[in-house]
């Protein structure tokens, strides 16, 4: 082989080895699918990433349910809860959002989650929370806080029912 | 360890129906109080105790209804299918948390995990404070009082039963804890007020018309002045028994309802003509 025949061949070898990592290197992230227990209010940006047990299926829909009720107070619009919230946590949340809303008072959302999640049955799942609440009102027409970032830790207890193939919350229990 | 997962739990049982009735909690109002999420069932754990506050509405999609019933208990569990422990802190991998399942009626509400490091801080549940539970949120019979004639006249006598309710024992039981309380209550007798003062107490819930009610009374003086009339009451006293997984009847204390209509009573007067 001539020299520029090697120099190819290394040069070839390295970059299937650097396109190796890179390769490995994403699928390592994509499977950091929030597993973790410790996570912000947001969930990771998979959207691709179908969770396939019970487990990942409910703490994805616990994280989308933050979202949904994050997004409820800050545009002060229940209209999209009953897509992550059934039964009397349904109830309640829309309550909560119609009163801010009716104070036009919107709120932003922003946790720091510390979670179990507990399937009890196939339809049936809970997920106890020990998150970090940096919950602020706002102000309707600068959207800036009206308060301080209360930074207290908060411990709530969510159950969660399977509805239609859809996991969502459906009890909210709080520890005094 | 396992005369823990052994107990029953008993918890004082207050009914917050001012949450249910207004949605978020009220610390939504007070800006001084962090924004979070609006709750109808709080567990307050002390060193001695857990006390819950749930409100009596609403049931869970799937899980049957609440029965009538809103009172609540932990019940310990001995085996969870899965439990995922998703947890950096040492608080969460704490093992002197054990999970109870909240009962409230006969609607499973979720999961509560409670601190067991300093002894269980709540006393065995035995059958019997389970049974008072389940009689405290017995009903008022379903039972309308009924009068012939619908207005009563002065001098004449009013005829009155209880339609809707024949006077069978009312039936109420939970298998949540594992083992099976049956309450009984049986109605002894009714105690009719009139509202002109005049009392009697009856065996029987009367007669529909046109039989003649044993339940009479005659008013002396009409109902004018009051809107509706006069204020006519019902009260069912109950004696209660309850039995555990079909064995023995035991006797609990009795309770009351009352049932209530109003009831316009005019005066007729005779016009003598020549």
Partial sequence: ?176 | MEDRQNHRVRIAVGIVLGLALAGPPAHADNHEDPFTWPTDVVVETGTDAVVVEADAQGTIPGAGGSGGGSGCWLDPIGTIGQIFVDSFEEQLSNPDLFPFLLWCGEEMRGLVWLDMSAGDPVPALDPETIAMHIRDEIPVPSAEIRVNPDRGLVGVESWFWIEGYDGSPIEESTNALGQLVEVEARVTRYEWSFGDGVRIEARTPGRQYPDRSDIRHVYQRSSAGLPSGYSVEVTFAFDVRYRVDGGEWIELPGISRVAETSYPVRESQAVIQQ
């Avoid at chain 1, 940006?45 to 299926?57: E, H, I, L, Y």
């Fill in chain 1, 1 to 176: 082989m001539s020299s520029r025949g090697r120099t190819l061949a290394v040069g070839g070898v390295l970059l299937a080895v650097v396109a190796a990592g890179l390769l490995a290197g994403f699928l390592a992230l994509g499977n950091d699918d929030g597993s973790s227990g410790s996570t912000g209010t947001t969930p990771p940006n998979s959207p691709s990433a179908t969770p396939t047990d019970a487990r990942a299926q409910v703490e994805q829909a616990y994280l989308d349910a933050w979202d949904v009720w994050a997004d409820a107070l800050l545009q002060l619009d229940a209209s999209r809860l009953p897509e992550a919230f059934t039964g009397r946590a349904l109830q309640l949340i829309t309550g909560q959002v119609e009163e801010q809303s009716q104070k036009n008072e919107p709120v932003q959302i922003r946790a720091e989650h510390n979670y179990r999640i507990t399937i009890l049955d196939a339809q049936t799942a809970s997920v106890d929370d020990r998150y970090i609440n940096h919950n602020v009102r706002l102000d309707p027409d600068t959207l800036e806080p009206i308060e301080e970032d209360p930074n207290r830790r908060e411990h709530r207890s969510f159950t969660l029912k399977l509805v239609g193939g859809t996991w969502k919350i459906a009890r909210i229990i709080e520890y005094g």
